[in-house]
């Protein structure tokens, strides 16, 4: 066939296959039942983190009115970067057609359709699930040294843990998985490592506690490591690669607890795979801070709004971007981070255009991104200190600076990667 003559009947063929869609009635068990579990059981399910199950038609018909606003809002799943941007391996959203279908369904009355026998829900991975140790993998589970216990005051809490560990030869990281304790109430939390063996007194602390300072404005080994949000349970490095534990690596944990009204415990833990073998590529971590700010000082003033831009020293090396994780609080209302390579050509590396301080986690690429030697990255972050931002942790607003405290503010952006190698563009991570 012609090809021109092929296009026009693919064309009428789709426009056959259109309308046989908009002249069907929608059902629950033919398109919606698809999209739920796609999108969304992995969290909403029994003893999960959503607040309710989405697994059967009698859990998503009362709630579809609600189902309806929370996706055409794009609120839920949730998944915060803009993917007209850039895009990443764990990227959840849901398309146009699904979001206008789920619609369509609500406005056709919620039927349910025949859900085929043997039909069973798919289950994706469990978050609970203990994974096995392996030839080349073992995993080593860090619990927290005593249970917390979270006041019943109705406040949110943030606080630090100390875990030990003092291996005394390096070891090779190639998977970090965040087990919360308490489903309900651990909201989210951030792993970072510390090899000065000096933090353990330090269990249970907030950031405003005295004496969490000093580690506050001390380096630590890995500020980031991993930053755990519900659905982002684990992060596994592409194959030949893994981070160095050097020796007298200790963790910390940082932990946000939801408000609770009664007291509750929470004993959470780390798994990490660490190789038998020792690495052959060792990843590295960009972190870039307010030092790098190019307009200080990182001062936002009460009932203002302020923009930051940070710039980067020229990579001294090829490297293969993995992945990048932006770091704001609540004042965050968006942020941007591209680079620019010696030859002028822009990379995009991520957007967030609705800051939301409860969703932030490392992001993955689908495949090594390469940076050549010389490249600028640069990032931008805004902040809404005004009273109408109703994240705003004081009401009415106060001038705020930089500090670890979440009603203190940061903008870091944190990126992992390897030396490049050729051929790393192709490699699927
Ligand atoms: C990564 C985990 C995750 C995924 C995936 C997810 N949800 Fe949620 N969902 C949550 C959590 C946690 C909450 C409660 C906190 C909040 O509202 O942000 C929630 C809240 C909701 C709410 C209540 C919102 C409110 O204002 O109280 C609805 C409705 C909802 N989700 C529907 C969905 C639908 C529909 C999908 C799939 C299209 C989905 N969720 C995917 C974790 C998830």
Redesign the pocket.
Known sequence: MHFLQRNIVLFLMSLLALSSVAQQKITYAEHIRP??QQ??I???RPND???FS?LTYEDAAP?AG??E???STK????WRADSSFSHFKNE?L?SENEIALIKRWVEDGREKGKIKKNEKAVQPENPSLITSTSNEVELKRFSMKNAYLIPGNSKEQFRYFHISFDNKEPLYVTSIRFIPGNKKLVHHSRVMTDTTLSLSGIDGMSADDTATYAFQSKPLSDPFLFGWV??NNRIQFPAQTAKTFYPHTDLLLNIHYAPSPVQEKDSSMVEIGFLKTPQQREIKTITITEEAISNPPFFIKAERTAKFYMKYDPLEEDISLISIMPHMHLLGKSFRAFAITPDGELVKLIHIPAWDF?WQMSYTYPRYVKLPKGTIIYAEGEYDNTSKNPRNPYQPAKDIGLGWGTKDEMMNLVLYFVKYQEGDENVIL
């Open positions: 999209i739920l999108h969304c992995s969290c909403h983190i959503g607040p989405l709630r609600f189902i606003h929370v996706t609120y839920m799943p949730p959840n849901l519900p659905g409860n």
